[in-house]
């Protein structure tokens, strides 16, 4: 594994959005709809208006932008307990120095893999991610896995 895919950024407080997310019915997410087995697919949100997200994660994106850099591509990722985000490898902007994870929700049996390597990243913590390297989720355990990401643009 490149060095370069992941790393441990700074921590983070959290409290608020876990706070904002818990008192949110995963069946008001957008993107969601049940599956033949009655579970609920993962869902992504970019809608910053959505329930006030963009002002939830603000002082998030304060803390972790540094000068001369802002935030863009604003993101909630929700994959719930036995649902997986297959591989993939995202196209970031030119500009775009990294993506950040910042999770908000989690489990041990919960895995983000980059480059075939599985990470279980800790709530309260932000980490620097190439996206651009092929990444994927599984949430194998019983509690839904949120991340709150975003791009750091330079």
Not at 15 to 36: C, M, N, S, Y
């Amino acid at each position: 594994m490149s060095p370069a895919s992941i790393g441990f950024l700074s921590m983070v407080d959290v409290r608020g959005a876990v706070e904002w997310i818990e008192h949110i019915p995963f069946t008001d997410w957008p993107q969601q709809h049940r599956l033949d087995d009655g579970n609920i697919r993962p869902a992504m949100v970019k809608d910053v208006g959505w329930y006030g997200f963009g002002e939830v994660v603000q002082p998030m994106i304060d803390v972790l932008s540094v000068p001369g850099t802002h935030a863009e591509n604003l993101m909630l990722s929700a994959v719930m307990p036995g649902h997986s985000i297959p591989a993939h490898v995202d196209v970031q902007p030119a500009h775009a120095l990294y993506r950040i994870h910042v999770p908000l929700l989690t489990n041990a049996k919960a895995r983000f893999i980059i480059e075939g390597q599985p990470y279980q990243l800790k709530v309260g913590r932000a980490y620097r991610i190439n996206t651009e390297a092929e990444h994927s989720v599984v949430n194998d355990g019983v509690t839904p896995r949120v991340h709150f990401m975003f791009d750091l643009i330079g």
